[in-house]
């Protein structure tokens, strides 16, 4: 199993004793400003305009036009940003209960109230995300057909695209807090994206939809292929390019204005990102750095400088065990995190049992 899969188990595990006494929920979306026309598909891909105030469970897609974005705001107090011509769903978001919670006043929240696990598939398109403090036990994890993200803070991008038939381009951003990717294809562990920072990936691509679930409404499949749930689609071995670095001053500048015209988030949080833009990199200052992603598993993955000179990631872990081949990564998370939430739901609903019966 892959670390990243192994680490998520750990912590979701670890959500057990504190939801002893409390119950775990589907969390709430509230919809915040809608900029243009975005479309809402519930869980059996009924369309709804996507209008400011909505507010929805786990289950359902966004997607927004060529000139259109949309607000959500989550109940554990995040908010992400659904830029224009992008396909998003919210596949996970459950919650343990608590009393600071409050309808309506989620930004409000300078911290994350509670445990939650939360998964958010990007079927084609750019996200925004804008993350209070998680809960220590709290996952957050944003899934693309190439990679995932793992979220710590505080504000991130996560862009994916497709090339060609069967492989797409993933590009997650770091503007501020902490963030991990891992690429599926290239049997490696999860490599740091420090704040400033963003990794580029282009690898074979894999369906999104969880096992036995239909290719999400606005996808297709390219004609002459065949695309399994779980299975990378074919493309040529070692096809896999990887490259890290900075985010540009244009980059991290849009990224701020962004936040300012469609979010409600408050002005110093768009101000920061503009403040930190000042200080970043114009595009012909940055040279990025190349990540290779060897064959096997044994070994650390290895950066080289432009001159191609050697050099070493900062935090990536190897992994213990090559990604499943036979689910593909993507699945084995969506699995991984089916099985340890209903865990913990099972044991919230037997300690709320009034006089559970004795085991023989």
Do not use: H, W
């Amino acid at each position: 199993m892959n670390t990243l899969f192994r680490s998520l188990s750990l912590a979701l595990l670890a959500l057990l004793p504190a939801v002893a006494s409390a119950a775990l929920q589907n969390g709430k979306v509230q919809v915040g400003m809608v900029k243009g026309t975005a479309t809402l598909f519930d869980p059996a891909s009924k369309q709804t305009v996507l209008a400011s105030g909505r507010v929805f469970e786990q289950g359902y897609r966004v997607e927004t036009s060529a000139s259109s974005t949309a607000e959500l705001i989550l109940s554990n107090g995040s908010t992400l940003i659904v830029n224009p011509d992008s396909l998003v769903e919210v596949r996970t978001f459950r919650q343990v209960v608590s009393e600071l919670i409050v309808d309506g006043e989620y930004q409000k929240l300078d911290k994350e109230p509670s445990p939650s696990v939360t998964e958010i598939v990007v079927t084609r398109g750019k996200v925004i995300g804008e993350v209070r403090k998680l809960n220590p036990q709290s996952s957050y994890v944003i899934k693309t057909p190439v990679g995932v993200a793992r979220i710590r803070g505080t504000i991130y991008t996560v862009q994916y695209s497709t090339v060609g038939a069967n492989a797409g381009k993933l590009v997650v951003g770091c503007v501020k807090g902490s963030v991990e990717a891992t690429v599926y294809a290239a049997n490696s562990g999860p490599v740091s994206v420090e704040p400033g920072k963003q990794i580029s990936a282009t690898a074979p691509a894999q369906s999104t939809a969880a096992p036995g679930e239909a290719p999400a409404p606005g996808t297709t499949t390219q004609p002459g292929t065949t695309t399994q749930p779980g299975t990378p689609d074919a493309a040529p071995a070692g096809s896999v390019a990887i490259s890290m670095a900075d985010m540009d001053k244009a980059t991290i500048s849009a990224v701020g204005a962004t936040i300012a015209a469609s979010t409600s988030l408050p002005a110093a949080i768009s101000q920061g990102v503009e403040a930190q833009a000042q200080l970043a990199p114009t595009a012909d200052q940055i040279t990025p750095v190349t990540v290779s992603t060897p064959k096997t598993t044994s070994s650390d993955p290895v950066a080289t400088n432009a001159d191609g000179t050697p050099t070493t990631p900062k935090a990536t872990t190897p992994p213990s065990a090559p990604a499943s081949t036979s689910t593909g990564g993507g699945n084995a998370l969506d699995a991984t995190i089916s099985k340890i939430t209903d865990t913990v739901q099972q044991v919230v609903e037997k300690q709320q049992q009034p006089n559970p019966s004795p085991t023989m």
